[in-house]
């Protein structure tokens, strides 16, 4: 079975940093882009930052540049997002999520972790 | 970046119902249109992909349709398990961005 187990979300300050995971097991996973995705409490989902299988290519949306890094780890099987500077505005559950290139369909999703940044 | 614009935002339907969702794109994004349900406190699930290929698993009552910038979801009798909120997306250009969602509530 394949699947996507997110952890290191938790509380944090603003202005602080964080560094969420993802495990993925099941899959092959240097065949596949990854993706973190976030929703906000009561809001819709919003594509944060994605990686293709060999990290050629990484994106961001536009209000986490130069302060969000997505990266990866072949070897073991995760992917990682460092988040650093947060403020309020970032506080969501973060999914991570699997397409077969990066402009493909996310067709494997985590369970999410939460993120609060709060004083 | 390419805005997705769903509608409704949320409606009211009775089982056995025929629901129709809308997903509007700012520009041609050709074929490169998902949709996904999610429940609430459960990560979102792929139901459809390139506009009208049925996720396998999914029921035969979802299905998908349009090109360029307008799309459409229908659910052709809704089931209770059907009640959730439904997202379109497209996977044209990066940043692969998202709908507002629509909301199918029970009547």
């Known amino acids: 079975e394949v699947q996507l187990v997110e952890s290191g979300g938790g509380l944090v300050q603003p202005g602080r940093s964080l560094r969420l995971s993802c495990a993925a097991s099941g899959l092959t996973f240097d065949d596949y882009a990854m993706h973190w995705v976030r929703q906000a409490p009561g809001k819709g989902l919003e594509w944060v930052s994605g990686i293709s299988w060999n990290s050629g290519y990484i994106g961001y949306t536009d209000s986490v540049k130069g302060r969000f890094t997505i990266s990866r780890d072949n070897a073991k099987n995760s992917l990682y997002l460092l988040m650093n500077s947060l403020t309020v505005d970032d506080m969501a559950v973060y999914y991570c999520?699997?397409?077969?290139?990066?402009?493909?369909?996310?067709?494997?999703w985590g369970q999410g972790t939460m993120v609060t940044v709060s004083s | 970046d390419i805005q997705m614009t769903q509608s409704p935002s949320s409606l009211s339907a009775s089982v056995g119902d025929r629901v129709t969702i809308t997903c509007r794109a700012s520009q041609n994004i050709s074929s490169f249109l998902n949709w996904y349900q999610q429940k609430p406190g459960k990560a979102p699930n792929l139901l459809i992909y390139a506009t009208s290929s049925l996720q396998s698993g999914v029921p035969s009552r979802f299905s998908g349709s349009g090109s360029g910038t307008d799309f459409t979801l229908t659910i052709s009798s809704l089931q209770p398990e059907d009640f959730a909120t439904y997202y379109c997306?497209?996977?044209?250009?990066?940043?692969?961005?998202f709908g507002g969602g629509t909301r199918v509530q029970i009547k």
């Open positions: 997306h497209q996977s044209y250009s990066t940043p692969p961005n």
């Open positions: 999520a699997k397409s077969n290139t990066v402009l493909d369909a996310f067709d494997i």
